[in-house]
């Protein structure tokens, strides 16, 4: 069966630090990926897809980016970290073909002090 | 783009109780989906349903594609059904787009 694992699950960084988010999923070929961010008591975000190795869409303009280095492996990353990337981001993915149902990791809390 | 509503925002409920939740979109989906956001933040896939209707246990989903929208039923809640309910649209071929949520809190 298909698991999805994301680290760290908490995360306490200054502003203007780095970020290095990282999910990666087991069981399946080619998923798509997607990072999700998640304020307080709001909605999902939808950040970034991707439907392959290398190929990354960013869906809001933000300092926040996002590659895929191996075939199951999304990476979240920030140069300098603001205030308002405070935040609960979410790791999916999907078949890339059928009914593409999403399926959603853990999540990793990030405060940014 | 596709605007997803859900309806009612906040739902308080004495453990027992029945409800219904509401997702309207506004344009033709390919896919559908109901989460539920557990209090630690986990994501939990209740129902894939494009259409039609489905069961699994307490809860039972219906979608109504050509009239756009989708109920989920929650029937006897329980406390360990409070959390955030979320439906997620498939708007074109890879992006999901989710409404704001209904937050469910359930009363011993």
């Known amino acids: 069966s298909q698991t999805i694992h994301q680290w760290p699950a908490t995360l306490v960084q200054p502003v203007g630090s780095p970020l290095s988010l990282e999910c990666t999923v087991e069981?399946?070929?080619?998923?798509?990926l997607y990072w999700y961010r998640q304020a307080a008591g709001r909605g999902l975000q939808l950040l970034f897809y991707?439907?392959?190795?290398?190929?990354i869409s960013s869906e809001v303009p933000q300092n926040l980016s996002a590659s895929r280095p191996q075939d199951r492996q999304f990476i979240l990353s920030s140069k300098k970290l603001l205030l308002s990337d405070s935040g609960f981001y979410l790791c999916?993915?999907?078949?890339?073909?059928?009914?593409?149902?999403?399926?959603f990791g853990p999540g990793t809390r990030l405060t940014v002090t | 783009g596709i605007q997803v509503e859900q309806s009612p925002p906040d739902l308080i409920l004495q453990e027992g109780a029945n409800s219904t939740l509401r997702c309207n979109f506004s344009?033709?989906?390919?896919?559908l989906q109901w989460f539920h956001q557990n209090p630690w933040g986990q994501l939990i896939n209740l129902f894939y349903i494009p259409s039609g209707t489905k069961q699994n246990g307490r809860l039972s989903a219906t979608t109504v594609a050509t009239e756009r929208y989708s109920l989920l039923y929650i029937s006897s809640s329980q406390t360990t059904d409070s959390g955030v309910y979320f439906c997620?649209?498939?708007?074109?071929?890879?992006?999901?787009?989710f409404g704001t949520g209904t937050r469910l809190k359930v009363l011993a």
């Open positions: 344009d033709s989906v390919n896919n």
């Open positions: 997620a649209v498939l708007g074109g071929t890879y992006k999901y787009i």
């Open positions: 999916a993915w999907s078949e890339i073909a059928g009914s593409r149902e999403q399926y």
């Open positions: 991707s439907v392959g190795i290398g190929q």
């Open positions: 069981g399946t070929s080619n998923p798509n």
